[in-house]
């Protein structure tokens, strides 16, 4: 069973950065893609950043290209997301998931992706204030 635990969410102001972290355990092979989600309030889930396990591809969406960056470390099972230049509209709880995806990991960022994510954690609160 694979477990995601995320962790590094707080409030900051706008124009600061936070860096989520994500702790995989169980992570089998089947896992090609992991990605950071998002769900602000009343809104629905967001998939803003994704990366192939395999070579370590990264996707964005828009409205984070630019500021957010996704990464992994194999040897700690980790999976980061560096965001800078945060906005108001950034807060939102993130959360950290993984899937096969066929391997085609930007479908993560489609509208419905999150559908195709196989495993999810509980969530990290980010909150930025103006």
């Known amino acids: 069973q694979v477990q995601l635990v995320e962790s590094g969410g707080g409030s900051v102001q706008a124009g600061g950065s936070l860096r989520l972290s994500c702790a995989e355990s169980?992570?089998?092979?089947?896992?090609?893609?992991m990605a950071w989600f998002r769900q602000a309030p009343g809104k629905g889930r967001e998939g803003v950043a994704v990366?192939?396990?395999?070579?370590?591809?990264?996707f964005y969406a828009d409205s984070v290209k630019g500021r957010f960056t996704i990464s992994q470390d194999n040897a700690k099972n980790t999976i980061y997301l560096q965001m800078t230049s945060l906005k108001p509209e950034d807060t939102a709880m993130y959360y950290c998931?993984?899937?096969?995806?066929?391997?085609?990991?930007?479908?993560?960022?489609?509208?419905?992706?999150?559908?195709?994510?196989?495993?999810w954690g509980k969530g990290t609160l980010v909150t930025i204030s103006a």
């Open positions: 990366i192939s396990t395999g070579d370590s591809s990264t």
């Open positions: 998931t993984a899937g096969d995806l066929g391997g085609y990991c930007t479908v993560a960022l489609d509208e419905q992706g999150y559908y195709a994510m196989d495993y």
């Open positions: 169980s992570v089998t092979d089947s896992s090609k893609c």
